[in-house]
């Protein structure tokens, strides 16, 4: 059974996230790419955002039964080949997991122009 208040709380974390995002999206692009504390600070915000995004997705996949995925791309197919997201949203997930995997491996390479 899918836990409701788990979910709920995940995804008011990402709204929450997402105001902020909102907010750091209104520095000069001039001082948000120079390796800024608000560009450092959107990074993070994404990365846990996503994340979050992932332990929901994941939750659902698990208690939906809908197979055991052997990686988070994964997890997002199974959720569109149940009809859960639509299939449109799989190329979007797949660009989000890539930026989260180079937040958190490759934290160097994160082009700030790209973020912003």
């Known amino acids: 059974m899918i836990d409701r208040d788990k979910l709920r709380d995940k995804i008011s974390f990402i709204r929450s996230n997402l105001e902020l ?5 209104k520095t ?3 001082n948000f790419t ?3 504390a608000e560009f450092h600070a959107a990074v993070r915000l994404l ?3 996503i994340e ?3 332990d929901v997705s994941s939750h659902i996949v698990s208690r939906e039964g809908l197979g055991v995925p052997k990686s988070y791309v994964e997890v997002f197919e199974l ?3 149940a009809g859960i997201i639509p299939s ?4 979007r997930a797949r660009a989000m997991l890539r930026f989260r995997n180079r937040a958190v491996h490759l934290y160097g390479d994160v082009d ?3 973020v912003y």
């Open 79 to 81: 959720l569109g080949r």
């Open 88 to 91: 449109e949203f799989l190329d």
């Open 28 to 30: 000069p692009a001039e």
């Open 52 to 54: 979050a995004m992932i």
């Open 34 to 36: 120079k390796r800024s």
């Open 47 to 49: 990365q846990i955002s």
């Open 21 to 25: 995002l909102r907010g750091l999206a």
């Open 112 to 114: 700030p122009r790209h």
